[in-house]
Structures are given as C-alpha cells and as structure tokens.
C-alpha cells in the first residue's frame, strides 16, 4: 500500500508557523512508518543541529548539535545525499553519545535527506523504529521511494519556512538594533570636569584593566560603564549589569557564579552565572560597596584568577572578563572599617574615575536640558518645549542633590505637565522656586534667619543618627512608600533600600506601603 500524497499534504500544509510546520511534518512522516520516534536535523556552519524531534525523551534530542568532524548518520546523509538504513548498533556511523541518556533506544533508523528546489540538501530527517525486534518500519523498496518522494515535497515547503523565518528574525534583530540606536543615551557637556572624564573613559576602553566609578547617585555611573564597553574591543560581546544591593546575599552568589543542580533546595537543574554567561565580555558590578564580605573574597578570586566555581560544583571555570565597579560609598572609609577588603579595593581600583556631581559642573545644566528635552519629547511624542532665561537660571542656580537623574525626572514632569510651548518659572515644582528665592534673599535677612537655627540640635548627634532620622522622616511622610521616599531623597529605590538595610531600618514592605 502506497502512501497518499494528498493525506500527506494536508497534515501540514495549512500551517504558516515554521516551528509548528516542522513538527507536524516530521509526526505526518512518523505516523506513515508507524513509529512514534523522530528527527529533523539542518546543517549550520561546522555542526549539524537539531531542529525538531518527537518521542519519549524526544527534550533530550532537540536542540543538540553533532560537530561535522565527528561521523553521524545525519551527517553521512546530508554530505552524500542519499538515504540510508541503518542498525545503530553495528553502524559506525551512529553517534552513539547522542542515546547514552536515553532510557530507549534505537534500534532501527531510517534517515531520508532534504532538499532544497536546486537538489542541493540543506538537512535530513530520522524515522526510527525502538522495538526490540525492530518490527514497525516498513522496508518495502517501492514504500521507501513513496515515501522520499512525499519528503521531497514537504521538505521544499519546509526549507521556505525555516527561510523566511530567519528573514524575519533578521528584520526583527535589525528593528531592535535601531530602536536601540535611537533611544541610545549620550555622555552631554562642555566642562572642564566632563571632558576630563571623557579622556579617562576612552584612555580606560583600551584596556582590560578593572575600572572603579565613584559618584554620588545619579551622576551616570552606569551610563559610563556602557560607554566604556562600546568603546572597548570587547564592544561585540555581552555587557551584563549587576546591582550588588538590590537582592539578597545567597541569591546574589547565585546570580553571580551560577549554580549545579541539587546545589540547594530547589536547584533543579544546573544554571550558568553572570561571570559565565558574560564570558569574553564585560561585567559592571554596580554598588559595590555594598557586597557582603564573604562574597567580596569570591570575586577577588574572579579578578586575581580569571577563575568561578558554581555553587555545587567541584570544578573550576576560566573566564575572559572585563569587569566594571561602581559605588557612591566611600571605599577607603569601609576598607578601614572592616566592611570592606583591603586587597579586592586596591584589584577593583586599577584605574578609578570619580564622576563630578552636577552642581559642581553647572556650566553643563543647559545641555542636559535640551538632550533630555529632545529625547524625552520623540519618546512620548509631544512637542519640543523651550525654556525661558529665568527659569533656566533658576535651574542653574539649584543644587541637584539627585544629579543628572533628578534633571532627567524633572524634564519628563515638565513636558507632562505644562501645556504651553514655553517652560516658565512658574511650572517648576515648589522645592526648586524656593531654593531660588532663598538664593536671592538679602544677606541680612539670611543671617537673621541663622541666628534662630538649632545648631545645637546637631552638637549632640552622630551622622549616623541623623542619616536614619532623616530616613525614617521621609518614609513616615509617605506612609512607607519606599519608592516615593527615595525618588525624595534624591535616590533610586535600590540604593536607597541598601541605606535603609544598613541603619538597620528593616520595615520596607510592611502592609501594603513598600511600592
């Protein structure tokens, strides 16, 4: 009994999604054999890979990649073009490895190639048969070539699927990338202190050196970290980002080395580690002031050694990294007080760069302003605003205790909020007019004012204590909303969260008030 082409077709031929086509292309040609084990595998550079497979254990096959240097039945097919039978285990061609996890195995393969409309074969496709007496496949000659022949049509459609899939992917990571190109962020200014960075950045992406940001928050420390790996040679590599504050000290070790399954309760299977995954590239370690000691002597190791050990693990792994650090904590303060090593302050601090806060680069505020305006406005698509001279001098004249993200916040407030088409001083909030009016106050109404502060409040007080007083202000000023407290303090949540964790302020998420 001939098999049916129309059958055939129809079991597949109204499907557009490559993934679905290919599986149910390759169940169509299991169900005509009566067997219930198969695979598709294409040609890719140096390896012949995987692409689908059905069966029991069928999630160990799928995505495997046999190296062309090494003999396989798939291979033998795809290079020589014809099919073959073969008895796994007395062909030298069958890539034995491949079956060593499998509880089942083969004891009968059919391997049929693929070919594309010029003849030339791009893959091949496995029918195989797991009984013991290797009874299911039927080997009729005149079976066999019915059933090539059903595989030569199906595997036209199948190679316009895996084609324009690609093609789609292609316009898809090319999107990406654009969007990527236009919503990039640049380094912006015109002082002195900028441009000294700037000279640092480029001097320190030649070089595989550990580099260590120090500035306050918001000044852009993970800003420059990116800038430093696309100027690297290490540009085309990943760059992976670590805040050391913002999760827990086991998790984070985890995150860091990776892990082996069955390293801890629910380590189901092994999981590779930033360090690992980041291997040829770069690692920027934000707040890494904030690491717990114990996990600081694992990383002097990843610095001293090129070396990571993933938790459960016996062996180590060598790993090419480039590695970033970043803190607004003062180091040398935290190496001699014991919270901070000595010998991984003096590895990280290889070549430092400590970034100015805005308010002692002001000459810099302009341009910031219309970078972000511009950004901002494309973002959400409303019109560029303009800002009036007064109330440019007013955002010159303050402080910006949170830095270039707090001007970046406030440009995004300012398009929202204002409807004209020109930004006055009176659409700036309360806290920046009245700093400016204070500013312009005359000298002798100011030094009224001083002799009625409390000085001594401050006389009997660590900066400890005033640093967790001010912190439990603003957080019983918005009823424990921990993300509004810190956007008040002129901080991301993060750092803040690692603030509060030190002056042992541990009521974060109480009730509902923690967002």
């Not at 129809?10 to 499907?15: H, L, M, Y």
């Not at 308010?359 to 970078?371: A, S, V």
Request: hydrophobic share 40%; net charge neutral; aromatic share 6%.
């Amino acid at each position: 009994m001939q098999p049916k082409p129309i059958h055939f077709l129809k079991a597949f031929s109204s499907e557009l999604d490559p993934v679905r086509l290919q599986y149910k292309f390759l169940l169509a040609l299991l169900k005509l054999q009566n067997v219930e084990r198969g695979s598709i595998w294409v040609k890719r550079d140096d390896a012949y890979v995987c692409i689908e497979a059905a069966g029991v254990q069928s999630e160990n096959i799928k995505g495997t990649a046999i190296s062309i240097s090494h003999p396989s039945i798939v291979g033998w097919v795809i290079e020589n073009g014809q099919m073959t039978i073969s008895d796994p285990r007395e062909d030298p061609r069958h890539y034995h490895e491949l079956e060593e996890k499998l509880a089942v195995k083969s004891s009968l393969i059919l391997c049929f190639p693929l070919f594309l409309r010029n003849d030339k074969v791009y893959g091949a496709v496995q029918i195989i048969d797991t009984t013991p007496g290797k009874t299911r496949i039927n080997l009729d000659q005149t079976y066999l070539s019915h059933i090539q022949d059903l595989i030569n049509i199906g595997s036209i459609a199948l190679s316009n699927a895996l084609l324009f899939d690609e093609q789609r992917k292609e316009t898809q990571s090319l999107r990406l990338a654009l969007e990527q190109i236009r919503q990039e962020d640049k380094l912006v200014g015109q002082s002195s202190a900028f441009h000294t960075c700037m000279g640092l950045i480029q001097s320190y992406a030649r070089t595989d050196y550990p580099v260590l940001i120090l500035g306050e928050s918001g000044t852009g420390k993970e800003l420059i970290a990116r800038h430093i790996h696309q100027m690297s040679p290490r540009r085309e590599r990943p760059l992976w980002t670590q805040n050391c504050s913002a999760i827990p000290e086991t998790l984070l070790e985890s995150e860091l080395f990776g892990y082996k399954k069955g390293a801890f309760s629910g380590a189901s299977k092994d999981k590779a580690g930033l360090f690992e995954a980041a291997d040829g590239g770069t690692v920027f370690l934000d707040e890494i002031g904030d690491m717990p000691l114990n996990l600081q002597a694992r990383i002097l190791r990843v610095i001293q050694n090129s070396e990571i050990k993933p938790l459960g693990d016996t062996q180590v792994k060598k790993v090419d990294l480039k590695i970033i650090s970043a803190t607004n904590r003062n180091l040398q303060e935290l190496v001699e007080t014991g919270a901070f090593r000595k010998d991984l302050f003096y590895r990280l601090s290889v070549l430092p760069l400590s970034i100015p806060p805005l308010r002692e680069r002001k000459e810099d505020i302009p341009f910031l302003l219309t970078h972000f305006m511009k950004k901002e406005a494309v973002d959400i698509d409303v019109p560029l605003k303009k800002i009036n001279a007064e109330t440019l001098q007013a955002l010159i004249a303050y402080d910006w205790p949170g830095n270039v993200r707090e001007l970046e916040n406030l440009v995004r407030y300012l398009l929202v909020v204002t409807d004209q088409d020109q930004i006055v001083l009176g659409d700036l909030p309360a806290y920046i007019i009245n700093r400016r009016r204070m500013d312009t106050t005359p000298l002798a109404v100011l030094a009224g004012k001083e002799a009625m502060r409390p000085h001594d409040a401050f006389s009997e007080r660590t900066w400890h204590q005033m640093e967790k007083d001010y912190a439990l202000h603003l957080l019983h000023k918005n009823k424990w909303n921990v993300s509004k407290s810190a956007a008040e303090a002129g901080l991301n949540r993060s750092t803040f969260v690692s603030r509060l964790r030190r002056l042992g302020i541990a009521r974060l998420n109480s009730d509902n008030h923690g967002e």
